[in-house]
């Protein structure tokens, strides 16, 4: 069931006006009329996917200086983008980008295409990131949701049903396509929703502005006085815990054991100090024994949450490298240009052997 042509186009209306009034200023939006560059739009939408617009606004910048156009990401190596990509983490979205500019090259002639089937078939962009770059860049009438737009009309519609369910889904995208059909500019509205979404329209704890919403007069759940229970909260499924064990060695002229992750699983390929991974924690002699070092000392820990897993890590620093220790010396140089997930470097910086510019 979606909503009437009436309604929609109110909706569409006062969302547009207040995000031509109250748009935040992004490194990915463009100023004045300026038209916004679709592979700007690719690289920012998948860095959205997981990560916080302030974060992605510091990060967004170095990694276009790096990479400007589809043609220089597609010709880097797959450490180079790990590297540039890195205080986002999530690295599985930087493999799926590199994927998606050498697709956009031998694909679509170096243009990051324009439909949404096309733009679907790139690795890691999904119906959402497809309708956010067909209406932003190209102005497509599409509709997108994210978590944002969700929320805002599940409690302007007064939706309450399980976020999750496939029935919530279907209703919310319909009306979704519904206010994208009677807007103006479909980017401007996408957009402004997300933004309405993040700003006023808040997830719990915070409560949503209502005062201050343009959907104020329109919505059912503020009407009904349930913006607190609109949308119910998800169910969380148990997450996996794996354990962590890392020995940091430090020598004074070669700088620190370092070894590569494996090509599969989590941070594949990526580097860190030399770590045991488990299902539980390793003894001090079990460290001992797969590090090959002489001796180890605990030195703290801490918890990394991932999207599927909770990481343990224990800290520990290690002494007197044997025959059988794992990977290679890398001097505090090269250590600045290796990729790195934000444990591992947490890992060396928490230690205190050496600080990493
Ligand atoms: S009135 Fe309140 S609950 Fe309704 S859309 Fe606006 S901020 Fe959200």
């Known amino acids: 069931m979606t909503i009437s042509r009436d309604r929609a186009r109110r909706i569409s209306s006062r969302i ?5 009034r109250n748009a935040r200023a992004f490194p990915w939006r463009p100023t004045g009329d300026g038209a916004r560059d679709a592979y700007v739009s ?7 996917q997981q990560t916080q617009a302030a974060r992605v606004a510091e990060r967004l ?16 190596s797959e450490d180079e983008v790990l590297h540039a990509w890195q205080g986002l983490g999530y690295y599985r979205r930087a493999r799926s980008l590199h994927g998606a500019a050498s697709m956009i090259e031998a694909e ?22 497809a309708g956010a770059i067909a209406s932003m860049a190209y ?22 049903l399980e976020p999750d369910a496939p029935e919530t889904r279907r209703r919310v995208w319909d009306i979704a396509r519904s206010l994208v059909g009677s807007s103006v500019s479909p980017g401007a509205l996408n957009e402004g929703l997300m933004e309405l979404g993040a700003v006023v329209c808040t997830p719990p704890p915070h409560s949503p502005s209502c005062g201050v919403c343009p959907l104020a007069r329109l919505c059912i759940a503020r009407r009904e006085g349930r913006q607190q229970e609109i949308p119910r909260p998800k169910s969380r499924s148990r997450q996996r815990v794996i354990f962590h064990d890392s020995v940091v060695v430090a020598h004074p002229r070669l ?36 590090s ?16 599927h897993r909770v990481v343990k890590v224990r800290i520990w620093s290690g002494s007197g490298v044997g025959r059988g220790t794992p990977g290679e010396w890398a001097d505090r140089g090269r250590l600045g240009e290796l990729a790195m997930s934000n444990a591992a470097r947490r890992v060396i910086a928490h230690s205190g052997e050496l600080t990493i510019g």
């Open 42 to 48: 690719l690289v920012s939408e998948i860095m959205l």
């Open 108 to 129: 679509f002639d170096g243009v990051v295409p324009r439909d949404v089937a096309s733009l679907r078939s790139l690795p890691g962009v999904g119906a959402y990131t």
């Open 16 to 20: 547009e006006s207040w995000f031509a």
């Open 139 to 160: 102005g497509v009438r599409e509709a997108c949701v994210d978590g944002n737009i969700q929320r805002v009309i599940m409690r302007t519609e007064g939706i309450d």
């Open 255 to 290: 700088g620190l054991r370092v070894e590569q992750r494996p090509d599969a699983g989590l941070w594949r390929k990526m580097w860190q100090p030399i770590t045991h991974e488990g299902e539980s924690e390793a003894t001090a002699e079990a460290v001992l024994a797969w």
């Open 61 to 76: 910048p170095v990694f276009l200086g790096r990479f400007p156009d589809v043609s220089s990401l597609a010709g880097a």
């Open 292 to 307: 090959g070092v002489k001796s180890v000392e605990e030195r703290g820990s801490f918890e990394h949450q991932t999207t």
